[in-house]
């Protein structure tokens, strides 16, 4: 018979094992009303927003601020640990835009979507291509709703600029970007 050296817990279980981080990203930052998309796996701001900055892609500064919309989360500590030191976390009680703002240690600014966990692959898919499609302008309610609302349209055909299919005919899209 084996035994064990040290306690047995009855609740114990393994770590549940993560998806990759579903992440897209502009590749012209600072230009349109979204930077990108985030589809977290749960609701749990701790543990979401640690994955999301300890796999940010490398190209960015390391990001030291978070503000959320609270809607989208439950409650969050103030500072988060991650890999590379720690990351100040705030919220607006007003603010139900759907976007993480991210700030990076070179005072960059990125505009997330979150996308909620409960999508679909479908529309979850819809959603990170609509926010990281160059030329966006709509907030990200609207979008969210958008991908909700039309469930039958392929999303290269709605979100893609070309031949202006989403922005109509003519110059770029125009971008209502505000500060924050």
């Known amino acids: ?16 094992r993560r998806a990759p ?10 230009r349109d009303h979204l930077d990108g998309g985030w589809w977290p796996q749960s609701r749990e701001l ?15 500064s390391r990001i030291v601020r978070a503000r959320y919309s609270r809607p ?11 890999a590379g030191g720690s990351v100040k976390v705030e919220s607006r009680a007003s603010d139900d835009t759907h976007v993480i703002r991210l700030k990076t240690h070179d005072r960059t600014v990125l505009h997330l979507l979150v996308v909620p966990p409960e ?14 499609t160059i030329g966006n302008a709509h907030p990200a ?11 039958d349209v392929d999303p290269i055909d709605l979100w893609s600029d070309e031949d202006g299919s989403w922005w109509g ?10 500060g924050g």
């Open 141 to 151: 309610g609207d979008l969210l709703n958008t991908v909700t609302e039309h469930p």
């Open 21 to 30: 981080l579903r992440l897209r990203m502009n590749n012209h930052v600072g």
């Open 72 to 82: 989208d989360w439950e409650p969050a500590r103030r500072r988060l640990r991650v």
């Open 169 to 178: 005919p003519g110059g770029p899209a125009p971008s209502f970007r505000g």
């Open 46 to 60: 701790d543990v979401e927003l640690a994955d999301l900055v300890d796999h940010f892609p490398s190209r960015f």
């Open 1 to 16: 018979m084996a035994t064990s050296n040290g306690p047995i817990l009855a609740n114990e279980s393994p770590p549940a």
């Open 119 to 132: 999508f679909t692959a479908y529309q979850g898919d819809e959603a990170l291509l609509a926010a990281a």
